[in-house]
């Protein structure tokens, strides 16, 4: 048994990503990302009050620049000098190049071609590298690349400096709302809920993590209810709105931290994702993607609980299609509910 | 002379909200409102990068929480028990209203019958007693209520206290950003560039603090040009989509601060702030009302410029109207311009 920083006791083996390896990850990132916010969501139910962590104001518009940015400054100045690759749905692509960029490094970017026209636009306006493949291509050509041409690869979610680097988002809320009891994270590889969990339950081991899936991609809140890890068909996943939460299984160390810290992983029907992604533009005043509304969207639906009172929602990113944010805010005005 | 606490120079006489009456007006309004984070806007011009503070993300949507809350708890508590009244177009109602209920404090919110629907609403959701009046008869009416029911009047800019509030913003910024060199500030009343304005010459003389008018409300250019304070007539300033900034002249306190602190007023066509609008919303994820936007579009005109290199657009208000938020950007789509 160690003990932590703040005197919390633990007993955390080497497989979990330590407090202190997210301390690191925040000092390494310090000044390169937005240290955002907790917003009050000023619509949430007063007895369980709701703030929002806005991860959709980080430049790239997602949180993913916490753990790239991580990953590559751990990396050493000859490594990383060759170049770097990583494959990606879209934000973790932006993440890559944006870091690149800033670094003075060469990347490129494999991404699949079923991934929307926006997200591509953004990585090419980066000055990466970019190779379109069939989404089952995605990895190997990505580890090809990295093996041909002796490129650092930037995995998505599955690597202990990803964890650690989206750990910060944990460190950040623990610091801004001390007494947190619930905080709800989107689902998709498990980078982000890995991170979170890892840092919150180090520092606070009384707050409940809750984990938001699709229900149309809802491979990880099956793996949670069976107790080991289930995988998708790319088919399944590739249905949801939320385009970035369509990963057919979460990854071997988020798997381990999510088995460990998580208390629950629950599902967000279509209609619930599209209604949230227009209450967050209309009373946060935030353009969110759909996989980042999910959480709002479980906090909705879940209504009066016996989880606690302070609640958190994790908003993972932005970068929504132009086209699919006008239409869902028309639909919803539509409807003409109250908020 | 006196020297502040920072070791400049200054010569500040009474007439002038101090940086000490700013600093007491953080204290206090600590923990009640958003500590906003400055965002790197990342399709600025590189050769003068922009930050935006983004005022929007307070939980009434606008910068007036600040000089309210500021307003309010500086009064005696047996006086505020009474009941306040404020008058406004919109989002200093919502700021007032929102302190009464968070105090619980009775409060009377005089909205001319020109402000949008959904600022009216949003008034009424927060539990306070709306008069809708005429456009020309809403001072009078506030003050009648003031003195018929013995409320305290809470001003929307020609106030010390207000100022002050708003003055927190330009200590934020320099305390995040310590080496600005420009600051692009909307104009309205005045009470929110001159609280920024004072706050940031106090702290750092060799700032530049820009005001940014429409074109179609440019009162207060025009008096910044012609050394002595305009009044526009309502109906030429009642055209603007910027329905924040329809004040017809800035208030006494608020030309004091802008003929001393202010280096420049400037303005922008209904185009660029549709424009500025849009461009916020793809490229910052930020749902801005028109009068927020003017500071971008300010921005995006002059081009590169002698006036240095770091550059922050205070962004000051979330609260549009969601149908002409979305036809907004429906119509900057159909142009496909690259942002």
């Known amino acids: 048994m160690n003990t932590d920083s703040d005197g919390a006791a633990s007993d955390i083996d080497e497989s979990i990503v330590s407090i202190d390896e997210v301390r690191a990850a925040a000092e390494r990132i310090r000044g390169r990302v937005v240290r955002t916010p907790l917003l009050p969501f000023p619509n949430g139910d007063p007895h369980r009050p709701l703030w929002l962590k806005p991860e959709s104001l980080q430049p790239t518009g997602a949180f993913k620049l916490r753990g790239a940015y991580n990953k590559i400054l751990a ?3 000859d490594a990383r000098a060759r170049g770097i690759v990583a494959h990606s749905s879209g934000n973790h692509a932006q993440a890559v190049a944006w870091v690149a960029r800033d670094l003075g490094i060469h990347a490129v970017i494999v991404i699949p071609d079923t991934a929307p026209q926006v ?21 190997t050509r990505a580890v090809d ?13 599955d690597d202990r400096d990803i964890v650690a680097g989206a750990g910060t988002i944990g460190l950040e809320i623990a610091e801004d709302l001390p007494d947190v009891d619930v905080v709800f994270v989107p689902v998709s590889g498990g980078g982000l809920i890995s991170g979170v969990a890892t840092a919150l339950k180090q520092i606070r081991p009384s707050v409940a993590v809750i984990g ?7 491979d990880a809140a099956e793996s949670f209810r069976m107790g080991h890890r289930q995988r998708w068909p790319d088919e399944a996943v590739g249905s949801t709105i939320a385009d970035g939460l369509r ?4 990854g071997d160390i988020n798997w381990t931290h999510i088995a460990r810290f998580v208390d629950d992983i629950v599902t967000v029907t279509e209609d619930e994702i599209r209604d949230a ?15 980042g509304a999910v959480t709002l969207a479980a906090y909705l639906r879940r209504g009066p609980s016996g989880d606690g009172h302070k609640q958190v929602a994790v908003i993972s990113g932005g970068n929504v299609d132009p086209e699919l944010f006008t239409d869902l805010l028309r639909a919803h005005h539509a409807t003409d509910r109250p908020f």
Do not use: I, N
């Not at 938001?212 to 809802?218: C, D, F, G, I, S």
């Open 119 to 139: 997200k591509v636009r953004a990585v090419l306006e980066l000055g990466a590298e970019v190779e379109l493949v069939p989404f089952a291509d995605r990895t």
């Open 212 to 218: 938001v899936e699709p229900e149309l991609a809802a």
């Open 145 to 157: 690349l990295a093996a041909s041409r002796g490129y650092v690869m930037v995995p998505p979610y």
């Open 247 to 250: 990963v057919t299984s979460v």
């Open 75 to 77: 990396v050493r100045d």
């Open 277 to 291: 992604v227009a209450r967050l533009a209309r009373r946060a005043r935030l353009v969110v993607e759909p996989s």
